[in-house]
């Protein structure tokens, strides 16, 4: 059971949003996944992961995942969040539906580090 990963890819994986993010092998980088891979040198990413447990106890399946908006500049990253954002809050996809929120700007650790401006998002799906 994937707990609704697929779908929050498929959610995200829209050129109005990747087409903002930096390369990756043969993609963009658009990582399902907590922590970056150690190979990615890039610094326009998003990497997105579940961030509640698993309830099967509704009618319907709710999830929340967090999806880390990364940039080496804290415009560059809330420019990222906001196309997430406008892209899949309160959208339809075949089978599910999305509400978004977006979350304060985490400012980078040292200098080697991105701009993180984190978006909640709630996965629903019958």
Do not use: W
């Given at each position: ?48 992961y579940m961030t509640t447990a698993y309830n099967g106890g509704s009618n319907f399946e ?40 977006i979350l304060p700007v985490i400012p980078p650790a040292d200098d080697r ?14």
């Amino acid at each position: 059971m994937s707990f609704g990963k697929e779908e929050i890819y498929v959610a995200l994986n829209q050129t109005a949003i990747t087409g903002l993010l930096d390369s990756y092998s043969t993609g963009k980088a658009l990582f399902s996944q907590m922590i970056m891979p150690s190979d990615y040198t890039g610094f326009k990413s998003i990497n997105f992961y579940m961030t509640t447990a698993y309830n099967g106890g509704s009618n319907f399946e709710q999830y929340f995942y967090t999806a880390n908006c990364r940039a080496k500049t804290q415009g560059e990253a809330m420019t990222i969040a906001k196309a997430a954002f406008d892209n899949i809050n309160r959208s339809h996809f075949t089978g599910f539906y999305t509400v978004c929120s977006i979350l304060p700007v985490i400012p980078p650790a040292d200098d080697r580090d991105t701009y993180n401006v984190p978006v909640e998002i709630i996965l629903k799906k019958r």
